[in-house]
């Protein structure tokens, strides 16, 4: 079980890299982290590892306060963003080396090590030094070395980003059912919304530092808490800045007025379109595939409509249901009534 409470993490030049992260994960749950570059996830697993004190707040593993422990003592297990491999030696060393550490006897470390290579497609590479190694079998020896030690905290960041494109999206689905595998709690650290989802279900958003929010894909597209909640989960939606005159907000002939604090004269309209005969024709520019049928008409105005056919005689208009208000300053969700 990993308690994370009110985590505050700054640098020695001032900057704020956490700001009051709070979680609880039960024993053998999982969590995905999403952010965009920049956004705090390496931050956060550095600092539960222990490779960067915390300011303040607590990290609390198994009912034991880990806070201010050495990163030797924590017990725990953790692949880098880069991989975190000694390059300039051997895929056989990169293996055998934590066993020494755990002092399991020489013997039987080259055995060991040979497995987990073989396991992990990498028994061909054996001898070869680990900076001539190509991305594929970078990430394979990263994730490789996770196996040889047991640990109830498993932390990954954001490995698969040394990839690009399809391969990234190949090797993940190649490792998804190793790393889903891993006993205890894991922490998986992502820039992308289809590999967060496709690990965990509980997903927890960070945005420059701070928690937007945590819950699962449903949660999180009906009720999104700000408006990077909303671009991640909810990527075809529309997006507009709208004024705001007398509390009251005015888009495509409705009246929403806003009923919570708001703290600029505009804010951001997320809406989603659906067809209506009584709506406005929708001129198609082009078209993307998503799915199943499914695709994303664009009109020139950069507006998109989400179906299986957009013919010169579509109407649209705002389905009303979809609509969500974000603040222009913090980009929070505001609450409003339909006028």
Do not use: W
Not at 220 to 239: A, G, I, Y
């Amino acid at each position: 079980m990993l308690e994370i409470k009110d985590l505050h993490q700054s640098y020695f030049y001032g900057t704020n890299a956490l700001n009051g992260i709070s979680f609880v994960l039960n024993d053998g749950e999982k969590l995905a982290v999403l952010s965009k570059n920049g956004g705090g996830k390496t931050s956060l697993l550095k600092c539960i590892a222990g490779l960067f004190p915390s300011s303040s707040g607590s990290i609390i593993l198994d009912g034991k306060d880990i806070t201010n422990l050495k990163v030797k003592d924590r017990g725990l297990r953790m692949v880098y963003d880069d991989g975190g491999l000694i390059r300039n030696r051997s895929v056989s060393f990169n293996l055998t080396y934590p066993l020494k550490l755990r002092k399991i006897p020489k013997s039987e470390r080259l055995g060991i090590a040979y497995q987990t290579a073989k396991d992990y497609g990498l028994e061909a590479f054996f001898k070869e030094q680990a900076f001539r190694l190509f991305t594929p079998e970078i990430i394979a020896l990263a994730l490789a070395r996770l196996e040889l030690r047991d640990s109830s905290l498993t932390l990954i960041d954001d490995v698969f980003s040394i990839a690009n494109g399809k391969e990234r999206k190949d090797l993940f689905d190649k490792f998804l059912p190793k790393i889903s595998k891993l006993k205890g709690n894991v922490i998986f650290a992502t820039d992308s919304v289809e590999e967060a989802f496709s690990f965990s279900d509980k997903v927890l958003v960070l945005n420059n530092g701070y928690q937007d929010q945590i819950g699962t894909l449903e949660e999180l597209k009906s009720n999104p808490q700000t408006l990077l909640v909303d671009e991640f989960v909810n990527p075809n939606k529309n997006r507009i800045l709208c004024g705001v005159v007398d509390n009251v907000v005015e888009i495509d002939g409705l009246k929403l007025k806003i009923a919570s604090d708001y703290q600029s004269n505009e804010v951001f309209v997320s809406y989603e379109l659906t067809e209506n005969i009584s709506g406005y024709q929708f001129d198609c520019s082009y078209k993307k595939y998503i799915a199943e049928n499914k695709y994303v008409f664009v009109n020139i105005a950069g507006e998109k409509f989400v179906g299986e056919c957009c013919s010169n005689d579509t109407k649209v208009s705002i389905d009303v249901s979809s609509l969500k208000l974000f603040d222009r300053i913090n980009e929070k969700l505001l609450t409003y009534e339909l006028l």
